[in-house]
C-alpha cells in the first residue's frame, strides 16, 4: 500500500514542482515548435546555405544526449560569461533538443504536401516564404499532428532532466521529498502519477485537435 501521508504533508513541495514542470514543458513546447518550423523549411529551402544550416542543426543535435545540451547551458556557457538559472539552462537545453526532432516531423509533413500546391501558390503572386507560410506549413501541420503529439509527451517526459541540475521540478523535489523522508518507492510513485496527469492531459488534447482537424478537411 502507498504511504499517502508522504503525499500529503508534502503536497506544497509536490505542486511546486508540478508547476516548474508544467511551465518548462510549455515554454519548451512554444519554443522547440517555433525553432524546429524554422529548421524544417531551412531544410527544404531552395538556398543551399540555408539546407547546411538545417541539416547540421538536426544532425547534430538530435545525435548527442540531451543531458549534455543541458549542461552546456548550465556550465559551458557560464565559462564564457553567459550565466543562467538552473531552471532557464534546463529549458533551453530542452527546447534545442526537442526543437531538432520537431524539425524533422514538420519537413515530412512539408514534403508530403503535393508539390503543385507550392507551384500554385507562386504562380499566384505569392513569394516563397508567403507560400510556405499560408499554403504549405498549414496542410504540414494537420498531417503530422499525431507524430507531434508524440514529440510534445517526449518532451514533458525529457523535462526530468532538470532535475539533475537543481531545475526546481517533479523530479527535483522528489529527490528532496525522498532525501527527507527515506522513503524511495512511495514518493517516486507519486511523482510519476504527476508527470501521468500531465501526459494523459496532453495526449487527450492532441487526440481531440487531430479529430477537430479531420472534421474541418
Do not use: C
Not at 5 to 33: C, P, R
Not at 102 to 116: F, M, T, W, Y
Not at 183 to 191: A, E, L, Q
Amino acid at each position: 500500500m502507498l504511504n499517502y501521508s508522504i503525499l500529503i504533508e508534502h503536497w506544497d513541495m509536490y505542486m511546486q514542482g508540478f508547476a516548474n514542470t508544467l511551465k518548462a514543458s510549455v515554454l519548451a513546447l512554444i519554443g522547440s515548435l517555433a525553432i524546429g518550423t524554422v529548421m524544417a523549411v531551412f531544410r527544404i529551402a531552395p538556398i543551399r546555405p540555408l539546407n547546411w544550416i538545417g541539416a547540421a542543426y538536426v544532425e547534430f543535435i538530435r545525435n548527442i544526449p540531451l543531458i549534455l545540451i543541458v549542461f552546456v547551458f548550465f556550465v559551458g556557457l557560464p565559462a564564457i560569461g553567459i550565466r543562467f538559472d538552473s531552471f532557464t539552462a534546463g529549458t533551453l537545453g530542452l527546447t534545442v533538443y526537442t526543437a531538432a526532432f520537431i524539425a524533422e516531423v514538420i519537413r515530412a509533413g512539408i514534403l508530403s504536401v503535393p508539390k503543385g500546391q507550392m507551384e500554385a501558390a507562386r504562380s499566384s503572386g505569392l513569394t516563397y516564404l508567403q507560400a510556405m507560410w499560408y499554403i504549405i506549413l498549414p496542410q504540414a501541420v494537420k498531417i503530422v499532428i499525431p507524430p507531434m503529439g508524440n514529440q510534445f509527451i517526449n518532451l514533458v517526459k525529457n523535462s526530468s532532466v532538470l532535475g539533475v541540475i537543481a531545475g526546481l521540478d517533479l523530479m527535483y523535489f522528489g529527490d528532496l521529498i525522498s532525501s527527507e523522508t527515506f522513503v524511495t518507492f512511495d514518493v517516486y510513485i507519486f511523482v510519476a502519477l504527476f508527470y501521468l496527469l500531465l501526459t494523459i492531459a496532453l495526449s487527450l488534447g492532441v487526440g481531440a485537435l487531430e479529430r477537430r482537424l479531420a472534421k474541418s478537411r
